[in-house]
């Protein structure tokens, strides 16, 4: 653990310090079992009590692991007053998320203001947008560094992100960007959830371009109303008027056919690049051919026109692909190498991954776990379909409950069998949960039995749709993509649909071809 001396006066803007600060700090955590000695512990609030623990009842726990300071919010005073005894120093913060944020950029060295960052954010499609704007830019000669919800690129080879977080912590995000820096990365793409973004893991990102990808209602478990949800994300774009002057325009890159563009554009006094392929937008698709899992377009730029060919299915994947040409004109990149770079993008692990072992039918891996972005897998994979398409998913537990009914209903509408199981359940009962999805499938007018069933055991689910499944069927994995677990309670069971399904498939057909 490095030790770095930190420059209080501007990490500490509208904190309150109780006792002589350390000169040095070993870390900065916000889990007292990481704590190690002179290290800072900031005691954050559960984000949603009682499922989540306040940092707060934890600092006993903290000083006796060594930290040599605690952040504590001011709002918390009953359960921080007695420890102004002088055996640590205490930072009274009015925000000790906002602290946090801070005080890891502060320990890392500010690495933001050393990258050009750009924020994804939006309902659906944020993890293949960072995904082509990495790619694209990287065509581009530039760069680039990402953390995405499936992977992270930091200094070397692509790593799986096994964390079930979209956007990590803002510790780990400063270290993720620090890690950049030191590798010699010009770039960083970040994707910023909502929760991220209401929660400030983000802060401090110094991000030169935001992007809006689209917006349907989802995690108002969390945020309660849409217009809330809507209002975390529209943190992102008020971020660019915040960060740090790098000698690069601040720019909204927006999605012109989504009318709450309109919305965050009013949020930022920077400029706005706009994409689409339905309205008029500063870069726009024309003559969009979409060819099994491939598509075309025509694309309309105020840097030229250029023919665009992308190597993956859907025409969400071409907006995906117009943000990322957007970003790439926001820092004058030049737009041929820019169509390049997505040219040659294979896609994002997890997401319509292809698992082939000789079976005599399609098997996709998806990660679709909202009712809109089911409903575009699914109408992709129904108009490749000779057969029958036949889908396995769940909905996790602790979630937005409204995406059950909804998925439901989709699955109704456009799968012919749909068998439910099991996702991350976490403390939820799996029974109620697969009944909120019945219910819709129930609605679409589908009988159990006939036309859905379900299959608690995840493993047995994977099993029995492929014992179903025959010559010219696709079956749709969806849900877990490239997570590494499944969540029980408070558990992480081991689990990759990917590796399960080759298991299952190599058991029951030949596997003489290769994954």
Not at 302 to 325: E, K, N
Not at 390 to 398: D, P, Q, S, T, Y
Not at 410 to 422: H, R
């Amino acid at each position: 653990m490095k030790s770095t001396q930190i420059d209080w006066t501007d990490a500490l803007d509208g904190c309150r310090v109780i006792g002589t600060l350390p000169a040095d700090v070993t870390g900065v955590f916000y889990d007292s079992r990481q704590v190690v000695p002179g290290s800072l512990f900031v005691a954050v609030p559960g984000a949603m009590p009682p499922l989540s623990r306040d940092g707060h009842d934890f600092l006993s726990a903290a000083v006796d692991r060594g930290a040599a300071a605690l952040v504590v919010q001011a709002d918390r005073r009953e359960q921080w007053e007695s420890l102004q005894d002088g055996r640590v120093a205490l930072i009274v913060a009015p925000d000790s998320r906002r602290a946090l944020a801070r005080l890891a950029a502060a320990y890392n060295g500010y690495p933001a203001r050393q990258l050009r960052t750009i924020g994804v954010t939006g309902t659906d499609g944020k993890t293949t947008t960072v995904h082509m704007t990495a790619s694209a830019l990287a065509a581009a000669g530039a760069s680039t560094g990402f953390l995405s919800s499936v992977e992270f690129q930091t200094s070397g080879d692509p790593q799986i992100n096994a964390t079930h977080m979209t956007t990590l912590q803002s510790p780990e995000v400063q270290t993720a960007l620090a890690e950049m820096v030191d590798a010699g990365r010009e770039y960083a793409v970040i994707e910023a959830s909502s929760h991220g973004l209401a929660l400030n893991r983000v802060d401090d990102c110094e991000f030169d371009v935001a992007v809006f990808t689209t917006l349907s209602a989802d995690h108002l478990d969390f945020h309660r109303t849409l217009d809330d949800y809507l209002a975390a994300k529209g943190r992102l774009f008020e971020m660019l008027d915040e960060s740090v002057d790098k000698g690069v325009a601040k720019t909204a890159v927006l999605n012109a056919d989504d009318p709450a563009s309109a919305r965050l554009r009013a949020r930022t006094r920077a400029r706005a690049l706009t994409y689409g392929i339905e309205a008029a937008a500063d870069v726009r698709a024309e003559d969009v051919s979409l060819q099994g899992f491939s598509s075309t377009a025509r694309l309309r730029t105020s840097a030229g026109d250029i023919d665009l060919t992308l190597p993956v299915p859907g025409l969400y994947s071409v907006y995906d692909a117009l943000a990322a040409v957007a970003v790439g004109l926001a820092f004058d990149l030049p737009l041929a190498t820019l169509a390049e770079g997505l040219l040659r993008f294979r896609g994002v692990p997890g997401r319509m991954e292809m698992i082939d072992c000789g079976q005599p039918f399609q098997v996709v891996v998806d990660i679709a776990s909202t009712p809109d972005a089911l409903r575009r897998v699914l109408e992709v994979l129904r108009s490749q379909t000779q057969g029958r398409l036949i889908a396995v998913f769940g909905c996790a537990g602790e979630r937005d409950r409204g995406r059950r009914d909804g998925m439901g209903r989709v699955a109704g509408e456009l799968a012919d069998f749909v068998i439910l199981t099991n996702e991350d359940p976490r403390t939820e009962d799996p029974d109620a949960i697969v009944s909120e999805i019945a219910a819709g499938l129930i609605k679409n007018g589908r009988h159990e039995g006939n036309v859905f069933a379900r299959v608690l055991d995840r493993r047995a689910a994977l099993r029995e749709a492929f014992r179903r499944a025959h010559a010219g069927d696709v079956v749709l994995l969806a849900g877990k993509g490239t997570e590494q677990s499944i969540v029980v309670g408070r558990e992480h069971y081991p689990w990759d649909e990917r590796v399960v399904a080759r298991e299952l498939l190599g058991e029951m057909f030949d596997a003489s071809q290769p994954a």
